[in-house]
């Protein structure tokens, strides 16, 4: 099975601040990358996804992550946060084998101060 | 498009009865999956159905089961609720099975076992 570990689980940062919210993962295979976010009283919605090919993957609302698979990371980062980016972050990993069995990280709840 | 919508919202049982929550797709996904949310375990993984069939399980007990229909909407049953039930439960849909489609997410039911 795999498993994802998000280091921080509450990360304040000031507005126009830039952020990087970090995630780990476990796995013997090759796996698919997922971050989502969650605002309050409302589902998940993707930010970005690495699949393969180039490590560096834009996402939506300016955010970006990088793969590294010696460090087996995928840490989210966006250069200059506002306050609407306050929620909670979710890292995600799939196995290609078993599809659509997600395995999520516990979250990171981003506070961004005006 | 309409998103995914889950129905109800909201529930309040008490412990020993049975819960059925409803979820609706993206239309022409194929592929729905259910997860428990809770502030203790955070997003895990429930089942995935894929045209009528259950393709993956996560490590839940036999109480939770679930279905779904020949027009892709699904349902999930909770037999004997526990007070360690109270969750939000969230499904998503996507258009494949693969594990590299993005997850579209509803806003989720939450239950509140007494």
């Known amino acids: 099975a795999q498993s994802v570990t998000q280091l921080d689980s509450q990360v304040p940062v000031f507005e126009e601040a830039p952020v990087e919210l970090r995630c780990n993962y476990s796995s013997s295979v090759s796996v698919y990358l997922f971050w989502y976010v969650q605002y309050p009283n409302q589902g998940l919605q993707l930010l970005l996804k690495?699949?393969?090919?180039?490590?560096l993957v834009k996402g939506i609302n300016g955010f970006e992550a990088e793969f590294n698979k010696s460090q087996t990371s995928f840490h989210l980062r966006k250069p200059s946060v506002h306050i609407s980016d306050t929620a909670e972050y979710f890292c995600a990993v799939s196995d290609p084998r078993t599809g659509n069995q997600f395995y999520f990280g516990t979250g990171t709840s981003l506070t961004v101060i005006p | 498009k309409a998103g995914v919508t889950q129905t109800p919202r909201y529930l309040i049982k008490t412990r020993g009865q049975q819960v059925t929550l409803s979820c609706s797709p993206i239309s022409g996904h194929r592929s729905v999956s259910w997860y428990q949310q809770t502030p203790g375990q955070g997003l895990q993984f429930l089942f995935e159905y894929f045209s009528e069939t259950q393709r993956n399980k996560g490590n839940f007990p036999g109480r939770f089961s679930g279905r779904q229909f020949s027009n892709s909407r699904s349902e999930m049953n909770v037999s004997t609720l526990e007070l360690g039930d109270s969750a939000l439960y969230l499904c998503?849909?996507?258009?494949?099975?693969?594990?590299?489609?993005?997850?579209?997410f509803g806003p989720g039911t939450r239950l509140l076992v007494l």
């Open positions: 998503a849909s996507s258009s494949g099975a693969g594990g590299q489609e993005t997850q579209y």
């Open positions: 690495y699949l393969s090919g180039s490590t």
